[in-house]
Nanobody, 114 residues
Framework: QVHLVESGGGSVQAGGSLRLSCAASGNIFSINTMGWYRQAPGNQRELVAVITSGGGIIFGDSVKGRFTISRDNAKNTVYLQMNSLKPEDTAVYFC????????WGQGTQVTVSS
């Protein structure tokens, strides 16, 4: 199994920034795709950003130009830098790891006030 622990969530005003971290531990035997998804109340979980083992990145349309994703393979950690935050970014953000199976973190709350 793989265990994912997110950190860095919190409450900010619109236009502010937050940096989320996700550290993976457990049965990790290769560098795999990791990413961030989010889920707002009443909504489906949606893609925020993913980064592959080779550094390829895919962003969700709603965050392009505002968020960046990066990873530190030595630390098995993925980061999400969120800039120019908007109230509609308010959601629980979940870290994702894709290996033999798909794993999810417990989620971290991000709240953006106007």
């Amino acid at each position: 199994q793989v265990h994912l622990v997110e950190s860095g969530g919190g409450s900010v005003q619109a236009g502010g920034s937050l940096r989320l971290s996700c550290a993976a531990s457990g049965n990790i035997f290769s560098i795999n795709t990791m990413g961030w998804y989010r889920q707002a109340p009443g909504n489906q979980r949606e893609l925020v950003a993913v980064i592959t083992s080779g550094g390829g990145i895919i962003f969700g349309d709603s965050v392009k130009g505002r968020f960046t994703i990066s990873r530190d393979n030595a630390k098995n950690t993925v980061y999400l830098q969120m800039n120019s935050l908007k109230p509609e970014d308010t959601a629980v953000y979940f870290c994702n790891y894709r290996g033999r199976l798909v794993y999810w973190g417990q989620g971290t709350q991000v709240t953006v006030s106007s």
